[in-house]
């Protein structure tokens, strides 16, 4: 080897390889980067150096995850850890929580995004220790999870100043102290969760809803509760983008009057709203020009009527359409639907009753 082919092989190996290495190594998922590590000393340090790659700590699904978030929290290269996923990990528990707070607190001094989906395991106790620990967290999800009570919200908002995103879907046990708490602390929530959340009323959602005007994402899914009296109060959300709504079985067309007003919608989900009529949605499709997904699935009250107001007033935009069960609408084959709405995805769209 000739000395110019030697100096290229050493710019190759010192400078190519890492360059390529770090644009592939942003790609892999983190188990094959785990398996990286070791494959070599030299392939170990290199994968170390690049600090972008462990701003992310994925345990999802994972056994023994109490154990290995604490080993790697103690890790030097999760010292800068952004974003923390234990979506329905087992074996996670308070006492790891705890050990965390105690042993890794400035591991997570920038932590930002918070997934305990399904780990139920976890109660106020919990909560309390982690989030002393997250001042900058912004996106907290605990899904699924009927051991969190008010208490542990109180310990949220305590610690945690700057959240924009909450998931508190299926935490049973949160009344309307936890709205009043949200309401009053985060004034810039722009995405809320409360599907399930059974033990809310009129009250609570009413003082997030004149308070957290920024929101952009509402999911009220199979609460029956609520009624007009708090619904109607939704049109004072002016960003509001996405609203579910499934189930509401209080919810009348005077309600939808109203939400008609958030001139921003683009996904309303309207399922299982038996009160609803023509009336309500036509209102909705000439208030709310944007809408890319409508689901008027099992309102027995709606007819070709407010479809036909539809189809002049969002042909262009609506992308997907969900009329089955809608007993009052004419049966329509996917083509005949698409002389309607031209821009519904195929796959996504659902037809009205195909014969």
């Known amino acids: 080897m000739g000395e110019r082919e030697a100096e290229e092989e050493v710019v190759w190996s010192r400078e190519t390889v890492p360059r390529v290495l770090k644009i592939v190594s942003t790609r892999l998922p983190q188990r094959d980067l785990f398996s990286l590590l070791l494959v ?3 392939l170990h340090r290199t994968l170390i150096s690049y600090s972008s790659l462990w701003l992310v700590l994925d345990l999802r699904e994972k056994n023994n995850a109490g154990e290995r978030l604490v080993a790697a929290l103690t890790l030097s290269r ?50 309390e220790a982690i989030t002393s620990a997250c001042p900058k967290l912004k996106v907290f999800s605990i899904y699924w999870n009927v ?9 949220l908002v305590r610690n945690c100043k700057h959240i924009v995103d909450l998931n ?70 002016a960003h509001l ?38 009336a309500g949605v036509i209102a909705i499709a000439q208030g709310c020009n944007s809408l890319e997904f409508l689901s008027l699935f099992g309102i027995v009250g709606v007819t070709d009527k407010c479809l036909e107001v539809l189809s002049k007033s969002c ?3 609506i992308t997907t359409l969900d009329v089955n069960g809608c007993i009052g609408i004419k049966r329509r084959s996917r083509d005949e639907l698409l002389q309607l709405f031209p821009y519904l995805r195929p796959g996504y769209s659902i037809e009205s009753g195909v014969a």
């Open 168 to 237: 508190l879907s299926g935490c049973k046990s949160i009344t309307d102290k936890s709205l009043r708490l949200v309401a009053e602390n985060y004034r810039d929530l722009e995405s809320l969760n409360l599907t399930r959340c059974v033990k809310l009323t009129d009250g609570g959602l009413q003082q997030i809803l004149l308070k957290c005007s920024s929101l952009q994402s509402l999911n009220l899914y199979a609460l029956s509760s609520f009624t007009d009296e708090a619904y109607k109060k939704i049109s004072l959300l």
């Open 147 to 155: 051991r969190v009570t008010d208490t542990g919200i109180e310990h």
């Open 78 to 127: 999760y010292r800068h850890v952004k974003h923390i996923n234990l979506e329905f990990a087992q074996d996670i528990e308070d006492k790891h929580l705890e050990l965390i707070k105690s042993k890794c607190f400035d591991s997570l001094q920038n932590l930002k995004i918070l997934n305990l989906n399904g780990c139920q395991k976890i109660s106020d106790k919990g909560i």
């Open 40 to 42: 070599s000393p030299w």
């Open 315 to 317: 042909s262009n935009t």
């Open 241 to 278: 983008r996405f609203l579910d709504l499934c189930g509401a079985q209080n919810f009348s067309d005077q309600g939808l009057f109203c939400i008609a007003k958030c001139k921003n919608l683009v996904s309303l989900n309207l399922t299982w709203c038996v009160r609803l009529t023509d």
